[in-house]
């Protein structure tokens, strides 16, 4: 068994909402540093909570998490938003780009917030794996929904971040944009050594990974590696069974 260094870690994590509803329910985790992660599991099954656990989005009712060697569950708010906006990198299903900034502006956009220069070099090789060079000077409006969500990747890969949290990304997308966007993290992390963790309901979607974590009712159930559509279907019909 190969080690691969772990980029994110969660130890007894459990999410409890409002009126008892308990979405986690005591989950440990590593997630790998310059690897593709899928999460996977039935609707209600808590993988979007543990994401956003993960991901210094929501805080959980109790257990810790870490991101490298910080721990976030430490952090106070102030510190948890300057983490997500130099060490994490965010992809949803919606895009949010700004409608009135270009590609190339909406790309680098996290450094004008920070108020740093992009590296030029890595700046072209982002753009350069997304396929959007000759786009670069249009507006979120004159692009189609698979090139705004390449834009939105783009971004969150361009400032290197420790690792980039993907939340159905291809949820908008028709499959041939769906397939393009999926290679484009798939190259994010081969070629740009990059980690990416997605939460997606896609067969289709998780063969892209080098691992695919199941999680029903808030319990971490089994994982794939090197995952072929088949064997997550196979995994996904055994899960939902169970939760019917």
Request: proline residues 5%; hydrophobic residues 40%.
């Amino acid at each position: 068994m190969t080690h691969h260094p772990t980029a994110v870690r969660a130890s007894g994590l459990t999410k409890t909402y409002g009126a008892g509803v308990r979405a986690l329910a005591g989950v440990d985790v590593d997630l790998h540093r310059g690897r593709f992660t899928a999460i996977m599991g039935p609707s209600g099954s808590g993988k979007s909570t543990l994401m956003h656990c993960v991901a210094g989005l929501d805080r959980p009712s109790t257990g810790r998490v870490w991101i490298g060697e910080t721990e976030l569950t430490e952090l106070s708010d102030d510190e948890l938003t300057v983490l997500r906006r130099d060490r994490i990198g965010f992809v949803f299903q919606a895009y949010n780009l700004l409608p009135t900034l270009t590609a190339l502006e909406n790309i680098t956009l996290p450094f004008a917030l920070a108020g740093r220069r992009p590296d030029p070099e890595v700046v072209r090789a982002v753009i350069e794996a997304v396929g959007l060079a000759d786009r670069l000077d249009h507006r979120p409006h004159q692009l189609s929904g698979g090139q705004q969500q390449r834009v939105a990747c783009a971004r969150a890969l361009v400032t290197h971040p420790d690792v980039v949290f993907a939340d159905e990304p291809t949820g908008a997308l028709d499959s041939a944009s769906s397939a393009e966007l999926l290679a484009f993290l798939r190259r994010g992390v081969d070629d740009l050594g990059r980690t990416v963790v997605m939460v997606t309901h896609d067969p289709t979607a998780a063969t892209y990974a080098d691992r695919v974590l199941f999680l029903a009712d808030g319990h971490l159930v089994g994982e794939l590696l090197n995952p072929t559509a088949d064997r997550v279907l196979d995994r996904m019909k055994s899960l939902e069974g169970v939760n019917a």
